[in-house]
């Protein structure tokens, strides 16, 4: 485990909280509803509203990578509370500094995080 002398937990609760209220404030934009008359038909030519096709897809994926992200941001802050942070989920090793140093919201060490299989893909409409 990392030795809880060596980190300011105090900023490192901060950084993930701003990390998870960013986050946070981006799903809510994804999830707001269009302005009335702003949305766009997809057309009767073909092409017509493939832009809008795609941008919507696009914004399905974003939103479903951002909730994983607020799910591990999640983990991370109850970790720091209950004193395992920078132990492994996994395998209970510790995470290496330099992991947690560049991906602060870690909870795999890099073998573990390796193993796990990708976020599903969003539901299908």
Known sequence: MTDPADLDV??????LGQQRDRIREQVEGLAKAPELGSAQGFGKRIGD?????????????????LEHGLERLDRALAKLDDGSYGVCDRCGQDIAPA???????SVFCITCAA????PPPPPRR
């Open 10 to 15: 105090t900023a490192l609760r901060n950084v």
């Open 49 to 65: 509203g493939t832009i809008e096709a795609v941008s919507r897809l696009t914004g399905i994926g974003v939103g479903s990578a």
């Open 99 to 105: 992991r947690l140093d560049a991906m602060p919201d």
């Open 115 to 118: 193993l796990q299989p990708p």
